[in-house]
């Protein structure tokens, strides 16, 4: 079955440092991974996916990932953060075994400090 | 362009009613997905809804029901509902005729639902 772990549920940067999320995903065959970012009281924004053509993906916000299959991993990165990055963000799997579907991490939450 | 949109926003209801929430999806898109992300956690899939059918379920009981209607519009009803169905539920569209699995899902801002 499809999973997805996000390490870290909560991480703290100061702003203009650099942003590391990790992300790890377990799938038998090789999966489309997204990025998706939520605001407080906001439904979920896509930041980036993964569809199996370049495996460092660039995104809106100037955030990118980098598709590593030998480590199972889809880490979202940002050079330097910014106090508006401050959000949750989840990872997530969809295709192969797991069909239509979409399956979550239990998400990050970004403090950036001043 | 409208992007995806539900209603109600909030709703409180109590043990054992029913509800219903609407959603309208972006322009273009033909297919549904309803989630829930209960209070610090990630969405969890509940279905989709494509061609008017339920196409995947995930692991919800059968009080969980859908719809879709023949203009894309869907509904999820949630019967005999439990102090635990308290949660965000999220809408998604997506164009479902293509590779639907890569498709990038656009989400609504959600209903909370609050049972008491």
């Known amino acids: 079955a499809q999973s997805v772990t996000q390490l870290g549920s909560h991480v703290s940067v100061s702003e203009g440092a650099l942003v590391l999320l990790r992300c790890n995903y377990s799938?038998?065959?090789?999966?489309?991974l997204f990025w998706y970012v939520q605001y407080p009281n906001q439904g979920l924004q896509l930041l980036l996916k993964?569809?199996?053509?370049?495996?460092l993906v660039k995104g809106i916000n100037g955030f990118e990932a980098e598709f590593k299959k030998s480590e199972t991993s889809f880490h979202l990165t940002k050079p330097s953060a910014h106090m508006s990055d401050a959000a949750e963000y989840f990872c997530?799997?969809?295709?192969?075994?797991?069909?239509?579907?979409?399956?979550f991490g239990a998400g990050t939450r970004l403090f950036v400090k001043a | 362009d409208a992007g995806v949109t539900q209603s109600p926003t909030h709703l409180i209801k109590t043990r054992g009613q029913q509800v219903t929430l609407r959603c309208s999806p972006k322009?273009?898109?033909?297919?549904v997905s309803w989630y829930q992300q209960a209070l610090g956690q990630g969405p969890q899939f509940i279905f989709q809804?494509?061609?008017?059918?339920?196409?995947q379920r995930g692991n919800f009981p059968d009080r969980f029901s859908g719809h879709q209607f023949p203009n894309y519009s869907s509904e999820l009803n949630v019967n005999a509902l439990l102090l635990g169905d308290s949660a965000l539920y999220l809408c998604?569209?997506?164009?479902?005729?293509?590779?639907?699995?890569?498709?990038?899902?656009?989400f609504g801002p959600g209903t909370r639902l609050l049972v008491l």
């Open positions: 799938s038998s065959v090789p999966p489309y």
């Open positions: 993964y569809t199996s053509a370049a495996t």
């Open positions: 809804y494509y061609e008017e059918e339920e196409r």
């Open positions: 322009s273009g898109h033909d297919t």
């Open positions: 997530a799997v969809s295709g192969g075994a797991g069909g239509f579907k979409t399956i």
């Open positions: 998604a569209s997506s164009l479902g005729s293509g590779g639907p699995q890569s498709e990038t899902q656009y």
